[in-house]
């Protein structure tokens, strides 16, 4: 068999084992916004999966980062296969853009600190991992407030569990209630049920009952 036949049947034998293992294209996992308090560091998080364990002299990765009112991506940070994730000295956030992840579990997130109004924009997290064809492309859009909404859904099941909760309540008390009075109505329902027995064998109530149908 040729060295190029040998080649395909390789390939052929790589793309069966994928296709067996369900391992699909890469994908790269970010959230799609962001709300970061002014002033404060704030977590951009990127990971990626892929079919292939990273080769670090493979492996690429660029982060860019793109104004609201702006078309134009600006690079802010990039790997290097002796240096690993550095951040470029030109970048619009200087010292302020740190690298936060992990490499060996495909975690390439970075934090931005003391976050200005101006920081509004769109970061983009590019990933190439060869022999992966498809490069991933996740986009953050960053929104820098001076105040956090308040976490609205929470808020709502905590009152809905709060009403339910003493409905609840309510529904076991007076069910309680109920059971309580039965339990002191039933004694009292036996005497007199017996004080009406007791009468009837009365010899004077006998009697007198016997001179009334005479």
């Not at 294209?25 to 977590?43: C, E, F, H, Q, R």
């Not at 992966?132 to 960053?142: A, M, N, Y």
């Not at 809905?160 to 004694?187: D, F, Q, Y």
């Not at 006998?206 to 001179?211: F, K, S």
Request: hydrophobic share 40%; proline share 5%; charged share 25%.
């Amino acid at each position: 068999m040729s060295s190029s036949a040998r080649r395909r049947c390789g390939g052929v034998e790589l793309l069966l084992l994928l296709s067996l293992s369900g391992c699909s294209a890469m994908d790269v996992i970010v959230p799609s916004s962001i709300n970061a308090l002014n002033g404060t560091t704030v977590k951009i998080p990127c990971t990626f999966t892929s079919c292939y364990k990273m080769d670090v002299t493979r492996f690429a990765m660029n982060w860019t980062y793109q104004e609201s009112s702006n078309d134009t991506e600006e690079t802010v940070m990039s790997y290097y296969k002796k240096k690993g994730m550095v951040a470029l000295q030109t970048n619009p956030f200087g010292e302020r853009v740190m690298f936060a992840g992990n490499l060996d579990k495909n975690d390439l997130s970075i934090t931005l600190s003391d976050v200005q109004l101006e920081d509004e924009g769109i970061f983009n997290c590019y990933v190439r991992n060869p022999p992966d064809r498809v490069q991933g492309h996740g986009i953050i859009h960053l929104k820098v407030v001076t105040e956090l909404p308040p976490p609205r859904d929470s808020t709502i099941a905590v009152a809905i569990g709060a009403s339910v909760g003493g409905a609840l309540a309510l529904l076991i008390l007076s069910m309680v209630v109920v059971k309580c009075l039965r339990r002191h109505m039933k004694p009292e329902l036996i005497a007199e049920e017996k004080t009406e027995e007791e009468g009837k064998l009365d010899p004077d109530v006998v009697a007198e009952e016997g001179t009334k149908q005479a």
